[in-house]
Structure formats: C-alpha cells, structure tokens
C-alpha cells in the first residue's frame, strides 16, 4: 500500500506540473504523459495487491453467509485459489508481453517498452503470494492480520 501511495503521489505531482508547465508557460514536457500512465498503472496494481492481502476484495458475503459452515469454508478455499490462478496469470501474461516489447522503447522517455509491465508482474506476483497466505491461514483456521488500518 505505501508503494501504491508513493505511486499516487508521484503521479499528483507529474500531472499538477504538466498541467502548469502547458498553460502556464506553453511549454509541455513531451514525458509527462508516459510517466503519468506508468504511475496509473504501479498505482492500480499495488492497490489491488493490497486489496487481496487486506481480503478488501469484492464478495458475495451476503450470499455465502447464508450456507453451512462447511459450505462457506469451501467458498473460502475456492476464492483463495482463484488468486492465486489470477495472480499467475498476470505474471505470465505480463512476462509475456514484456519480453515482447522489450526490443520497443517509450519514445519521450527512452525506456524500454517493457517497463510498462513490470507493475503487473509485481502486482500478479503479489496477488498470488497474498492469496496463498490467506489459503494457508483458511487451511490451519486462523486469519490474515491486516496490514494497512
């Protein structure tokens, strides 16, 4: 979480001076936007890390809470387990795309293209490392302490 609010202010900070540097001084820096989007997107992806390790994700609560204890344990193992499928599959997803655009570069930053999914990759492989916490902690029948209050 704290990354995904360094992220977020980084970003205010680009965008404010971007803003500033075009109507202010007609002189808008040619980066500001690839740097912008790359925030956007570190941003959205430790914040759903986040969301996964604090269990902030959207549920159907209503719905499980009317089954057995049995039943809801099961749900419980079944949401854990496709994280982690989700998770994987954002690092393979991102890997791939990455290694296929490394040869690219950002024009106004002169970064690799592959830059752009280093976030996902570190998002997939945090979402997946958390969901497995909260699957062993639902298997030995404890919880999660959270992280951010």
Same mark, same amino acid.
């Given at each position: 979480?704290?990354?995904?609010?360094?992220?977020?202010?980084?970003?205010?900070?680009?965008?404010?001076?971007?803003?500033?540097?075009?109507?202010?001084?007609?002189?808008?820096?040619?980066?500001?936007?690839?740097?912008?989007?790359?925030?956007?997107?570190?941003?959205?992806?430790?914040?759903?890390?986040?969301?996964?390790?604090?269990?902030? $994700?959207?549920?159907?609560?209503?719905?499980?809470?009317?089954?057995?204890?049995?039943?809801?344990?099961?749900?419980?193992?079944?949401?854990?387990?496709?994280?982690?499928?989700?998770?994987?599959?954002?690092?393979?997803?991102?890997?791939?795309?990455?290694?296929s655009t490394y040869a690219s570069t950002i024009p106004t930053?002169?970064?690799?293209?592959?830059?752009?999914?280093?976030?996902?990759?570190?998002?997939?492989?945090?979402?997946?490392?958390?969901?497995?916490? $909260?699957?062993?902690?639902?298997?030995?029948?404890?919880?999660?302490?959270?992280?951010? $209050?």
């Amino acid at each position: 979480m704290y990354i995904a609010c360094t992220c977020l202010l980084g970003l205010l900070v680009v965008v404010v001076y971007g803003v500033v540097m075009r109507y202010v001084f007609n002189d808008a820096p040619p980066y500001v936007e690839q740097v912008a989007l790359l925030l956007v997107i570190s941003v959205a992806m430790f914040g759903a890390a986040a969301g996964v390790r604090d269990a902030g $994700h959207i549920g159907l609560d209503s719905l499980v809470a009317m089954l057995s204890q049995r039943l809801q344990y099961w749900c419980g193992l079944v949401v854990c387990v496709l994280g982690v499928v989700f998770g994987l599959a954002l690092l393979a997803g991102s890997a791939e795309m990455g290694l296929s655009t490394y040869a690219s570069t950002i024009p106004t930053l002169g970064l690799s293209e592959a830059y752009r999914y280093l976030p996902v990759l570190l998002g997939g492989i945090l979402i997946a490392a958390f969901s497995v916490e $909260h699957l062993i902690a639902r298997i030995q029948g404890t919880e999660v302490t959270r992280s951010w $209050h």
